[in-house]
């Protein structure tokens, strides 16, 4: 028996949510190449105020989301999540920066929380179903992999925003480059390094 979640989420154009490829390599340098963890912040505040209700996150039309508004706020967001050399490696300077753009944007009821790459799988799976039952996309980084299939997730933030039991397997589905795509949590997981990164985990 299949079990299938999946949360709406917005599309400009034809790409679902953002893309950091979207800023120029010349003018925006830093977005372009190192944007990720600052996008999947875009794309969660825009999702909190679309589904969830919230209101004041995102300064433009909601119901027309464009690709020039959304590089607009995705400047609005840089100073919180800025591209450093090393990348945002690290789930404390996400919790960091997104807490203090949702602060600054009086969102005080919504808690992040931390949810290390060295839990279990287990663990992690049950979490990761949880977070998506109660309506919470979960931004995602994996830092270096084994599996060379995902490569393109290497040192990369996405979001999880779906999950899907196939038998005894668990997909869940990244939403990252304008793409939704459904990987093996197991694969995705177990990245073989023993550097980890891990999710961020929302409540209200």
Partial sequence: MNIKKELPHFYIGNSLGGQQEWYSRITDFGMNVGGCAAITACDC?????????????????????SREDYLRFGKIMEPYLYPRWSGVDKLEIYLD?????????????????PWSGENNLEDSQKIVRSQIDAGYPIPCLILNHKAWELQDYFWHWFILNGYEMRGAD???????????????????????????????????
Avoid at 48 to 62: A, Q, R, S, T
């Fill in 97 to 113: 920066g997104f807490g203090r753009f949702l602060r600054d944007h009086h969102a005080t009821n919504l808690k992040l929380s």
């Fill in 170 to 204: 668990f997909f869940v589905k990244a939403v990252s480059y304008g793409i939704g795509r459904w990987m093996n949590f197991s694969t995705l997981w177990n990245t073989g390094y023993q550097r980890k990164g891990g999710l961020i985990l929302f409540n209200l």
């Fill in 45 to 65: 505040a825009i999702y909190f105020e679309k589904y969830l209700g919230m209101h004041g996150l995102y300064p433009f039309d909601l119901k027309n989301i």
